[in-house]
């Protein structure tokens, strides 16, 4: 027995602007990339790397809204939504290693500094300020109606600070020489990257491992079940998500004597929508709990 409701700012996600955002990053880390080989700056390749989980950000909003418009089939019940889950999962993997060795080259550059083309690094770090703003402002109007639009501004917000430290370096190089500073810059954004990335990678995987969706707690949810009339217990509770915006939830309840289970279920569907905002949900209702029990449970 179970509810269908549609959660979602995915469908009143602007595509449009999420693609404006996405060509513009996508074009600069680009850009970025190229010009520290060319200049010789670690700090702008180690800005290119953080403008790359902005683009890569950006493309799995896109994907999300994409395949969140596909139905599910005969060989996919739940649709294609994983994917999203999936492809942050490997972006975060794919950027822990880009960190670490970002991180090795400031070591090894401490040591043997390189020459290094201060305002060639320091120009295009100003046009990253630029691609940046721009890339707020596209996203800005939306950023509250959507949390896959607000994700990809704070990341954006986050590369604008991230562009003003690599101006900043830029400038004291040219002014003074000191080529540790190119080093510096690549180990603070190197730093930047790690916890956003390692909080992406431990979000992906505890979705991948269905656990329990953040802000609930099962004891909560069991309480919240068991205190609805007519319910003696509750087991094989079980409380996970397809992706952050589709929790789901399975149980058996074992009914009280006398009591209606039709009744009952509706009235645990609406408890559970009302305090937890849980929509998608199987309920399988017992007169004699299923551990024990010799027969098959209808439900």
Known sequence: MSGEHQHGDIKSTPASR?????????????V???GGFVTGSLALISDAMRMLTDTM???????????????AD?????????????????????????????????YARLFAPEQIA????????????????ASMRLLKSHKDESLNVKGAYLEVWADMLGSLGVILGGA???LTGWLWVDSLVAVGIGFIIFPR???????????????????????????????????????DLHLWAITQSKPSLTAHAVLANGADPEVVR???????QEKFDLHHTTLQMERESCLSAETVTIH
């Open 18 to 30: 999420l693609w404006m955002a996405l060509g513009l990053t996508g074009f600069y880390f680009l």
């Open 32 to 34: 970025e990339l190229i």
């Open 57 to 71: 950000s950006l493309a799995i909003a896109l994907l999300a809204i994409h395949l969140g418009r596909r139905p």
């Open 74 to 106: 005969l060989l996919r019940t739940y649709g294609y939504a994983r994917f999203e889950i999936l492809a942050a999962a490997f972006n975060a993997l794919l950027l822990l290693g880009v960190a670490f060795y970002i991180l090795y080259e400031a």
């Open 118 to 133: 201060s305002l060639g690094m320091l120009a295009i770090a100003v046009v990253g300020l630029v691609v940046n703003l």
């Open 172 to 174: 004291v190089i040219w």
């Open 197 to 235: 990335t390692w909080r992406l990678l431990k979000e992906s995987l505890h979705i991948l491992l269905e656990g329990v969706p953040p802000g609930m707690v099962l004891s909560d949810v069991e309480a919240a079940i068991v205190a609805v009339p007519g319910v003696a217990s509750v087991h």
């Open 266 to 272: 509706i009235a645990i569907a609406a408890i559970l």
